[in-house]
C-alpha cells in the first residue's frame, strides 16, 4: 500500500474520466454483460507513475510484472458489487493471477471504508496446506461462508469443495483514503464491502509481457465459463488467434489489441 499515490490533480483528473465513461455507457450502454464495470481505453496518464512502481516491485520481489494494460477500469459501487471471489475474467482472459497485479485506488470512499475485504495469503497457506496449491497463481473461484464453513466453487475445473472455517473469521480491511494505491496479485481472495455509501475505485491491471497464453487453458471450459466468455466480446480476438496457434505471448497479444 502506498498512502497518497495519485496527487490531487490526478485525483481529479480520473474523476473526470470516470464521469466521461459514466456519461457514455449511460447513453451506449456496457459492453461486457458479466458486469456493469465502466472501461476507459483512452491513457490514463499513469504509465510513467506504473511503470516505475513495477521496476520497484520486479527488484524487490521474484515478480515478474512488467507492463500496464492500456486502459482502466472503474468500478462503481452502485452499478456492482462482489461477494467473496478470486478474479474469474482476468484469470480466463490472462491465465496466471500470480504475476498479474491490480492496482487499485479508491478516488470517492465513506470516511473509514477501505471499500475492500481481503483474506491474506499467509493466513490462507497456513488454514489449507493441502489445498494451497488450487489456489497459487490461479483464479475463477466463487466463495460462499455457511455458518462455521466456507463453499468454493471453481468456475475453472468446475469442481466444489469446502474450508472448515469461515472466511469471514480471517479477513482483513486495508485502510484506505481517496488517492492511496494498494497493489494485489491477481489471486487474492477479496470482496466489495457492503454498499453502504457511494464509493468509486480505479483499478489497472499491470501482466508479464513475456507470459504465455495457451488453447489449452482458453478452451478448457465450464458452463459458467462459457456463459462469461460469450458474454463478452474482449475474448473474440483471443478465440480467433487461437484457431491459429496454441501459444500466444501476452505482450504481442496486447499491443495487437490496442
Given at each position: 500500500?502506498?498512502?497518497?499515490?495519485?496527487?490531487?490533480?490526478?485525483?481529479?483528473?480520473?474523476?473526470g474520466q470516470?464521469r466521461?465513461?459514466?456519461?457514455?455507457?449511460?447513453?451506449?450502454?456496457?459492453v461486457?454483460?458479466?458486469?456493469l464495470?465502466l472501461?476507459?481505453h483512452?491513457?490514463?496518464g499513469?504509465?510513467?507513475?506504473?511503470?516505475?512502481?513495477?521496476?520497484?516491485?520486479?527488484?524487490?520481489?521474484d515478480?515478474?510484472?512488467?507492463?500496464?494494460r492500456?486502459?482502466?477500469?472503474?468500478?462503481d459501487?452502485s452499478?456492482?458489487?462482489?461477494?467473496?471471489?478470486?478474479?474469474?475474467?482476468p484469470?480466463?482472459?490472462?491465465?496466471?493471477?500470480?504475476?498479474?497485479l491490480?492496482?487499485?485506488?479508491p478516488?470517492i470512499?465513506?470516511?473509514?471504508?477501505?471499500?475492500l475485504?481481503?483474506l491474506?495469503?499467509d493466513?490462507?497457506?497456513a488454514?489449507?496446506?493441502?489445498?494451497?496449491?488450487r489456489?497459487?497463481?490461479q483464479?475463477?473461484k466463487?466463495f460462499k461462508?455457511?455458518?462455521?464453513?466456507?463453499?468454493i466453487?471453481?468456475?475453472?475445473e468446475?469442481?466444489t469443495?469446502?474450508?472448515?472455517?469461515?472466511?469471514?473469521?480471517?479477513?482483513?480491511?486495508?485502510?484506505?483514503?481517496?488517492?492511496d494505491?494498494?497493489v494485489?496479485?491477481?489471486?487474492?481472495i477479496?470482496?466489495?464491502?457492503?454498499p453502504?455509501e457511494?464509493?468509486v475505485?480505479?483499478?489497472?491491471?499491470c501482466?508479464?509481457s513475456?507470459?504465455?497464453?495457451t488453447r489449452?487453458?482458453?478452451?478448457?471450459?465450464?458452463?459458467?465459463?462459457?456463459r462469461?466468455?460469450q458474454?463478452?466480446?474482449?475474448?473474440?480476438?483471443l478465440?480467433?488467434?487461437?484457431?491459429?496457434?496454441n501459444?500466444?505471448?501476452?505482450?504481442?497479444?496486447l499491443?495487437?489489441n490496442?
Amino acid at each position: 500500500m502506498i498512502k497518497g499515490w495519485l496527487t490531487p490533480e490526478e485525483q481529479a483528473r480520473a474523476l473526470g474520466q470516470y464521469r466521461v465513461e459514466l456519461e457514455r455507457s449511460s447513453r451506449e450502454g456496457v459492453v461486457n454483460k458479466n458486469y456493469l464495470v465502466l472501461k476507459d481505453h483512452q491513457p490514463h496518464g499513469l504509465d510513467l507513475k506504473l511503470h516505475d512502481l513495477l521496476s520497484q516491485i520486479r527488484n524487490q520481489t521474484d515478480l515478474t510484472t512488467d507492463i500496464p494494460r492500456p486502459r482502466c477500469d472503474y468500478f462503481d459501487n452502485s452499478m456492482v458489487t462482489f461477494n467473496w471471489h478470486q478474479d474469474h475474467e482476468p484469470y480466463y482472459q490472462y491465465q496466471d493471477t500470480y504475476n498479474l497485479l491490480n492496482c487499485w485506488v479508491p478516488l470517492i470512499i465513506p470516511q473509514g471504508s477501505s471499500g475492500l475485504g481481503l483474506l491474506p495469503m499467509d493466513v490462507l497457506q497456513a488454514k489449507e496446506p493441502q489445498l494451497w496449491a488450487r489456489f497459487l497463481g490461479q483464479g475463477a473461484k466463487h466463495f460462499k461462508v455457511l455458518g462455521n464453513r466456507t463453499m468454493i466453487r471453481d468456475d475453472q475445473e468446475d469442481n466444489t469443495f469446502y474450508f472448515d472455517w469461515s472466511i469471514d473469521d480471517y479477513a482483513v480491511a486495508p485502510d484506505l483514503e481517496p488517492g492511496d494505491l494498494l497493489v494485489m496479485r491477481s489471486d487474492i481472495i477479496h470482496r466489495s464491502m457492503p454498499p453502504v455509501e457511494h464509493r468509486v475505485s480505479l483499478s489497472v491491471r499491470c501482466l508479464n509481457s513475456k507470459g504465455t497464453l495457451t488453447r489449452e487453458h482458453f478452451e478448457k471450459q465450464c458452463d459458467q465459463k462459457r456463459r462469461m466468455l460469450q458474454n463478452n466480446p474482449a475474448y473474440d480476438s483471443l478465440r480467433e488467434q487461437f484457431k491459429h496457434a496454441n501459444e500466444i505471448n501476452i505482450g504481442t497479444w496486447l499491443r495487437s489489441n490496442r
